[in-house]
C-alpha cells in the first residue's frame, strides 16, 4: 500500500503535516542523493563518519564516564530549556519564586502550565537572530544567537511583558497579555539598536501577535483564558494512565501545536486552501503527471523544536510518559545541517557556489532549493549519525536516544566546527535571509 498516493488535495495536506511524512518525504530525496542527481549538493556518505568520529569526541568532553567512554546517562534532551538555563540556572530560581507566593498553594500542574508558556514563547521567539545581535544581563554576561534570545526571553516572562494581568500575575502568557506586545516593545526588552541588530525582528513579533489569534481562535486547547500551558488539560483529558503515569502520544501533542498555532504563521504553500506552514517543493522530486503536493517536503521545524521542549516540563513535573517519540526527527536548521558541508558529506555544486557572497558564503531564503534540499538531508543524515554514534559506543536508541544525540553532539558541534572554520563570524556555511519565523 502506497501510503502517500492520495485521492484528494485534503489528504495530501493532512499528510504534509503529520509527523511520518517529514521522515519519508526526506528519505525520497535522500535516495535521489544517493543516486547523484541532487541539484545543488554533490553527496559523499562516506564522509559521515567524520561527523560521527567529532560528535563522539564532544560527547566524551562534556558527558565523561569514569571508563573514559561516555556517560549516556547523564545526557539530557534537546530542549529549550537549557538555553533557558545558559550560564547560570534561571528555570529553578523561578520555581522557588512560585513556591513563596502568597495566598493559594501553586500545584504542580500549574507550574507546569507556566512553564509551557514560557517555553512556547521562547522557541517562537527563536528564529536565528544574526551575527551581531547579543543580549546583556545585568551581571555582566553577554549572550548571542539561541541562548541570547532565551535568557531575554526569561526575563520578558519575570517581567510580566507576556501577562494580562503582570501585576497580579506575571508569569503567565495568554492572549491578553499578547495583545499589547508590538516590535517597539519587543526590540526594547531584546536590547536592539543600531549597534545591536536582531535579523527578523518584524517576523519575530508577528509571530507573537498572530500567537494572540491562535490562542482565542482555539479555545478547546487552550482553554477560556487562551493561555499556552493549558494544553495540559486538554492532553489530559485525551490520555490514558498507564500505573501512576499518564500515557500521552507525541502525536497528540504534535497534533495540537500544528492546528492550534496554524493561524501564527506566514501564509507560504497551500493545497486545497490548507495552508501547510514549514513546507517547500523540492525540484528533485518532481515528475510528469504526479498529483498536487507529491514534490514536497514538510519539515515544521520550529513545531519539532516546541514539541521536544514541551515533553521535557511535562516528564520532569508531571511525571507523563510519551509514547511515539520515535516518530520525532532531527531538526532541519543549521547548526545539524552545518555540519554537513563542513565535514563535506554534502558538497556545493558550481552553480551554488557561484552564489557566495563577499563572506565566501551563499546567502539563501529558506524557499530556494539549495535550502529544501540541504534540510532534507540534515533530517536523514541526523538518524545515520545518531545510529552511527550508536554502534561506535555499542548501545540502542534507548540508551541514547536521537533528542540528547541532537542535545550533546550535532547542535553544538555544528557550532563549533562553524566558529572554527569562520572565526569571524561562527556563521554555518549557508547563511540564510531568516524572517524570524522558520529557522
Same mark, same amino acid.
Given at each position: 500500500?502506497?501510503?502517500?498516493?492520495?485521492?484528494?488535495?485534503?489528504?495530501?495536506?493532512?499528510?504534509?503535516?503529520?509527523?511520518?511524512?517529514?521522515?519519508?518525504?526526506?528519505?525520497?530525496?535522500?535516495?535521489?542523493?544517493?543516486?547523484?542527481?541532487?541539484?545543488?549538493?554533490?553527496?559523499?556518505?562516506?564522509?559521515?563518519?567524520?561527523?560521527?568520529?567529532?560528535?563522539?569526541?564532544?560527547?566524551?568532553?562534556?558527558?565523561?564516564?569514569?571508563?573514559?567512554?561516555?556517560?549516556?546517562?547523564?545526557?539530557?534532551?534537546?530542549?529549550?530549556?537549557?538555553?533557558?538555563?545558559?550560564?547560570?540556572?534561571?528555570?529553578?530560581?523561578?520555581?522557588?519564586?512560585?513556591?513563596?507566593?502568597?495566598?493559594?498553594?501553586?500545584?504542580?500542574?500549574?507550574?507546569?502550565?507556566?512553564?509551557?508558556?514560557?517555553?512556547?514563547?521562547?522557541?517562537?521567539?527563536?528564529?536565528?537572530?544574526?551575527?551581531?545581535?547579543?543580549?546583556?544581563?545585568?551581571?555582566?554576561?553577554?549572550?548571542?544567537?539561541?541562548?541570547?534570545?532565551?535568557?531575554?526571553?526569561?526575563?520578558?516572562?519575570?517581567?510580566?511583558?507576556?501577562?494580562?494581568?503582570?501585576?497580579?500575575?506575571?508569569?503567565?502568557?495568554?492572549?491578553?497579555?499578547?495583545?499589547?506586545?508590538?516590535?517597539?516593545?519587543?526590540?526594547?526588552?531584546?536590547?536592539?539598536?543600531?549597534?545591536?541588530?536582531?535579523?527578523?525582528?518584524?517576523?519575530?513579533?508577528?509571530?507573537?501577535?498572530?500567537?494572540?489569534?491562535?490562542?482565542?481562535?482555539?479555545?478547546?486547547?487552550?482553554?477560556?483564558?487562551?493561555?499556552?500551558?493549558?494544553?495540559?488539560?486538554?492532553?489530559?483529558?485525551?490520555?490514558?494512565?498507564?500505573?501512576?503515569?499518564?500515557?500521552?502520544?507525541?502525536?497528540?501533542?504534535?497534533?495540537?501545536?500544528?492546528?492550534?498555532?496554524?493561524?501564527?504563521?506566514?501564509?507560504?504553500?497551500?493545497?486545497?486552501?490548507?495552508?501547510?506552514?514549514?513546507?517547500?517543493?523540492?525540484?528533485?522530486?518532481?515528475?510528469?503527471?504526479?498529483?498536487?503536493?507529491?514534490?514536497?517536503?514538510?519539515?515544521?521545524?520550529?513545531?519539532?523544536?516546541?514539541?521536544?521542549?514541551?515533553?521535557?516540563?511535562?516528564?520532569?513535573?508531571?511525571?507523563?510518559?510519551?509514547?511515539?517519540?520515535?516518530?520525532?526527527?532531527?531538526?532541519?536548521?543549521?547548526?545539524? @545541517? &552545518?555540519?554537513? *558541508?563542513?565535514?563535506?558529506?554534502?558538497? !556545493?555544486?558550481? /552553480?551554488?557556489?557561484?552564489?557566495?557572497? $563577499?563572506? %565566501?558564503?551563499?546567502?539563501?531564503?529558506?524557499?530556494?532549493?539549495?535550502?529544501?534540499?540541504?534540510?532534507?538531508?540534515?533530517?536523514?543524515?541526523?538518524?545515520?549519525?545518531?545510529?552511527?554514534?550508536?554502534?561506535?559506543?555499542?548501545?540502542?536508541?534507548?540508551?541514547?536516544?536521537?533528542?540528547?544525540?541532537?542535545?550533546?553532539?550535532?547542535?553544538? @558541534? &555544528?557550532?563549533? *566546527?562553524?566558529?572554527?572554520?569562520?572565526? !569571524?563570524?561562527? /556563521?554555518?556555511?549557508?547563511?540564510?535571509? $531568516?524572517? %524570524?519565523?522558520?529557522?
Amino acid at each position: 500500500m502506497n501510503l502517500t498516493a492520495f485521492s484528494s488535495p485534503s489528504l495530501q495536506a493532512a499528510y504534509l503535516r503529520t509527523l511520518p511524512a517529514i521522515r519519508e518525504r526526506c528519505s525520497k530525496v535522500h535516495t535521489m542523493a544517493q543516486r547523484g542527481k541532487l541539484e545543488y549538493f554533490d553527496y559523499n556518505p562516506d564522509h559521515e563518519s567524520l561527523v560521527v568520529n567529532f560528535c563522539l569526541e564532544i560527547m566524551k568532553r562534556d558527558f565523561p564516564a569514569s571508563s573514559g567512554g561516555v556517560d549516556f546517562a547523564s545526557i539530557p534532551p534537546h530542549g529549550r530549556w537549557r538555553h533557558l538555563d545558559a550560564g547560570k540556572s534561571r528555570i529553578a530560581p523561578l520555581m522557588v519564586k512560585w513556591d513563596k507566593e502568597q495566598g493559594s498553594l501553586v500545584s504542580e500542574k500549574e507550574k507546569c502550565k507556566r512553564l509551557i508558556d514560557l517555553f512556547l514563547v521562547s522557541v517562537l521567539l527563536d528564529a536565528g537572530a544574526g551575527n551581531q545581535w547579543a543580549y546583556n544581563e545585568s551581571d555582566g554576561e553577554s549572550y548571542s544567537r539561541s541562548e541570547g534570545l532565551a535568557v531575554a526571553t526569561v526575563h520578558m516572562f519575570d517581567q510580566g511583558l507576556f501577562s494580562g494581568s503582570p501585576v497580579t500575575q506575571p508569569h503567565r502568557v495568554d492572549a491578553q497579555g499578547l495583545s499589547q506586545i508590538n516590535e517597539s516593545i519587543i526590540a526594547t526588552a531584546m536590547q536592539v539598536s543600531d549597534t545591536n541588530p536582531m535579523v527578523g525582528l518584524s517576523g519575530r513579533t508577528s509571530l507573537l501577535v498572530n500567537l494572540k489569534t491562535a490562542l482565542e481562535s482555539n479555545p478547546r486547547f487552550f482553554g477560556s483564558d487562551a493561555r499556552p500551558g493549558n494544553i495540559i488539560d486538554f492532553l489530559e483529558s485525551e490520555s490514558k494512565f498507564d500505573g501512576s503515569s499518564l500515557c500521552v502520544h507525541v502525536s497528540s501533542l504534535w497534533g495540537i501545536l500544528l492546528e492550534g498555532l496554524a493561524p501564527i504563521w506566514p501564509a507560504r504553500h497551500s493545497i486545497g486552501g490548507v495552508q501547510l506552514g514549514d513546507v517547500w517543493p523540492c525540484s528533485v522530486l518532481t515528475t510528469d503527471g504526479q498529483a498536487e503536493g507529491d514534490d514536497f517536503v514538510p519539515f515544521h521545524k520550529l513545531t519539532g523544536w516546541i514539541t521536544y521542549s514541551l515533553i521535557e516540563p511535562m516528564e520532569k513535573i508531571l511525571k507523563w510518559r510519551f509514547d511515539g517519540i520515535e516518530d520525532m526527527t532531527g531538526l532541519p536548521e543549521y547548526r545539524n @545541517g &552545518g555540519l554537513l *558541508i563542513d565535514f563535506g558529506v554534502l558538497t !556545493l555544486k558550481p /552553480g551554488l557556489k557561484a552564489l557566495a557572497n $563577499s563572506s %565566501g558564503v551563499p546567502c539563501l531564503p529558506p524557499s530556494h532549493g539549495a535550502v529544501v534540499e540541504w534540510r532534507a538531508m540534515t533530517v536523514i543524515a541526523l538518524d545515520r549519525i545518531a545510529d552511527g554514534i550508536r554502534r561506535q559506543a555499542g548501545v540502542n536508541s534507548c540508551d541514547l536516544t536521537l533528542a540528547q544525540v541532537l542535545e550533546s553532539a550535532t547542535w553544538k @558541534g &555544528g557550532r563549533e *566546527i562553524a566558529k572554527r572554520l569562520r572565526p !569571524l563570524t561562527g /556563521g554555518p556555511p549557508i547563511e540564510i535571509e $531568516s524572517d %524570524g519565523t522558520v529557522f
